[in-house]
């Protein structure tokens, strides 16, 4: 079992910068895929950026210059920096973290961090 610790959601005014992280903890066995996805009021659950463990990475056209997710494997950890941030990226932001055992894929979720932009 592996939780995932969310922090660094709050209020911020338009133009202003947050930094959010993830950390997991538990039964880590391999971690792949790490992300942060949101959800805005009344609309569908939309990845923001995703980093594998590769390296590669794959941000939301729209967060794409303004955003940048990095990971630190030794301590199982995902970090989302938002800079120039929005009223339109107002939403609740959830980790994932996709981890492997015995050939077979676990998908995890945290909690949600609330991100408000708002002068």
């Known amino acids: 079992q592996v939780q995932l610790v969310e922090s660094g959601g709050g209020l911020v005014q338009p133009g202003g910068s947050l930094r959010l992280s993830c950390a997991a903890s538990g039964s880590i066995f391999s971690i792949g895929a790490m992300g942060w996805y949101r959800q805005a009021p009344g609309k569908e659950r939309e990845l923001a950026a995703l980093i594998y463990s590769s390296g590669y990475i794959n941000y939301e056209d729209s967060v794409k210059g303004r955003f940048t997710i990095s990971r630190d494997n030794a301590k199982s950890t995902v970090y989302l920096q938002m800079n120039s941030l929005k009223p339109e990226d107002t939403a609740v932001y959830y980790c994932?973290?996709?981890?492997?055992?015995?050939?077979?894929?676990?998908?995890?979720w945290g909690q949600g961090t609330k991100v408000t932009v708002s002068s």
């Open positions: 994932n973290v996709v981890a492997y055992e015995s050939g077979t894929r676990y998908d995890y």
